[in-house]
């Protein structure tokens, strides 16, 4: 069960947030009001999106002075004058060759662009003033949240599988969180995090659930804008598990073609390693949702740990966001992640094995015109060390 079934979801008074903002569902239009600490759709059991319509205003001119942080393009936030921040965003982009460039996002404060996302949810969090928090994720997004929370001064527990990486449980306490280790790997975690989302006062800081995420997550797009002058790249190459990059891409490209601010949307083109490929999969025959034989259960091993999610509960969005850009697919093997890692680590960058995948997708450039491609670096090496 969810918070919903506790919590009138059809009533729409103006919540906490000062606002009239609510979720919906995609799947069946069913709505709750951000305040009802409603974690999912009552109906179908599915994430939300947000209702949200950028104020107008944005442009290149209004920019300059404003704070050096993703906090920037407030008038495209749902949330803004935050006060939980660790000075995230604005990460640096860097040609890799002629026609490739890379954008740092490894620089971010807990040196993954989950930052991006999770402040989102903590400042929420945070105005909402529930018990805790609680979050699951083996990797970079529990960390961050941890990170957050802390910033934030909230309790939060996160869910992690037994077995999860010394480094990042190690960052998940240092920032004071309290780290439950659940046995028989990621689904028992979900399981074991929903459950405890379902109780009274709980905020679940879900990268998967909750859509503020992907509105932090857009902003990565919103910078490239800025950077790149008020247009944006022809291909923006994003590695996919649960899609939060590259959904948050397709809000931002969306958002910024409906204000006028650019003409022409670029093609996004997903990254999963072949060892987990549900997305490719029915990307290639056409499917709009995953196929029924994609995995259940824990993952085949790959070096992409990262977006190793045999079935994410975006899949529909996600493919429909590909297709819709024009864009495409594209799987790597476990010795392209390997070279593709040292080929970086040569040129001065140490990025973790899931953050190269996308260098390792196009790293040839000879499909794409000179300087037309943006790949993210979007996980710090030392999170992982080298695969070999
Ligand atoms: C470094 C890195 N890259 C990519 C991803 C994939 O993100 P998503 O699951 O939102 O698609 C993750 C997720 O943990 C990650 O840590
Ligand atoms: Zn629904």
């Known amino acids: 069960m969810s918070n919903a079934v506790r919590t009138p979801f059809t009533c729409y008074m103006p919540d906490i947030l000062g606002t009239m903002t609510t979720y919906h569902c995609p799947r069946d239009?069913?709505?709750?009001?951000?305040?009802?600490?409603?974690?999912?759709?009552?109906?179908?059991?599915?994430?939300?999106?947000?209702?949200?319509?950028?104020s107008p205003g944005l442009a290149l001119h209004v920019l300059p002075g404003r704070a050096n942080s993703l906090w920037r393009y407030e008038e495209n936030l749902p949330l803004s004058s935050p006060e939980v921040s660790l000075?995230?965003?604005?990460t640096p982009l860097v040609p890799l060759t002629d026609t490739v460039s890379a954008k740092l996002d490894y620089l971010m404060p807990t040196l993954s662009f989950k930052d991006r996302g999770a402040v989102m949810l903590a400042e929420l969090a945070r105005r909402l003033s529930?018990?805790?928090?609680?979050?699951?994720?083996?990797?970079?997004?529990?960390?961050?949240?941890?990170?957050?929370?802390?910033?934030?001064?909230?309790?939060?527990?996160?869910?992690?599988?037994?077995?999860?990486?010394?480094k990042k449980t190690q960052q998940i306490r240092a920032h004071g969180a309290r780290l439950v280790a659940v046995?028989?790997?990621?689904?028992?975690?979900?399981?074991?995090?929903?459950?405890?989302?379902?109780?009274?006062?709980?905020?679940?800081?879900?990268?998967v659930f909750n859509p503020h995420f992907l509105h932090g997550t857009k902003t990565y797009v919103y910078?490239?804008?800025?950077?790149?002058?008020?247009?944006?790249?022809?291909?923006?190459?994003v590695p996919v598990g649960n899609g939060t990059l590259l959904l948050g891409a397709a809000l931002a490209t969306a958002e910024l073609h409906a204000l006028g601010l650019i003409t022409v949307r670029p093609r996004l083109i997903a990254v999963q390693a072949e060892a987990v490929s549900p997305l490719a999969g029915a990307f290639r025959v056409g499917a709009e949702d995953l196929l029924p034989a994609a995995g259940h259960g824990d993952p085949a091993p790959t070096l992409?740990?990262?977006?190793?999610?045999?079935?994410?509960?975006?899949?529909?969005?996600?493919?429909?966001?590909?297709?819709?850009?024009?864009?495409t697919f594209l799987t790597v093997s476990e010795d392209e992640i390997r070279d593709a890692q040292r080929d970086l680590a040569a040129r001065g960058f140490y990025v973790e094995t899931t953050g190269?995948?996308?260098?390792?997708?196009?790293?040839?450039?000879?499909?794409?015109r000179p300087g037309s491609?943006?790949?993210?670096?979007?996980?710090a090496g030392v999170k992982t060390g080298m695969a070999g």
């Open 29 to 54: 239009g069913t709505r709750s009001p951000i305040s009802a600490l409603t974690w999912c759709c009552p109906v179908c059991r599915g994430p939300w999106d947000l209702d949200f319509t950028p």
């Open 87 to 90: 000075g995230e965003g604005r």
């Open 130 to 166: 529930p018990d805790r928090v609680v979050a699951d994720s083996s990797g970079n997004a529990g960390t961050s949240i941890a990170a957050y929370c802390a910033r934030a001064a909230l309790p939060c527990t996160v869910y992690v599988p037994e077995g999860a990486s010394p």
């Open 183 to 207: 046995p028989g790997g990621r689904e028992a975690t979900a399981l074991a995090a929903r459950a405890a989302a379902d109780e009274p006062g709980v905020f679940y800081a879900s990268h």
């Open 223 to 237: 910078e490239l804008w800025e950077d790149l002058g008020g247009r944006l790249p022809d291909a923006l190459v």
């Open 304 to 327: 992409a740990e990262g977006i190793a999610i045999p079935r994410p509960p975006r899949a529909r969005q996600i493919l429909a966001a590909v297709r819709g850009s024009g864009g």
């Open 356 to 368: 190269v995948a996308c260098w390792a997708a196009v790293r040839d450039g000879s499909a794409y």
């Open 373 to 379: 491609v943006v790949v993210p670096l979007c996980g």
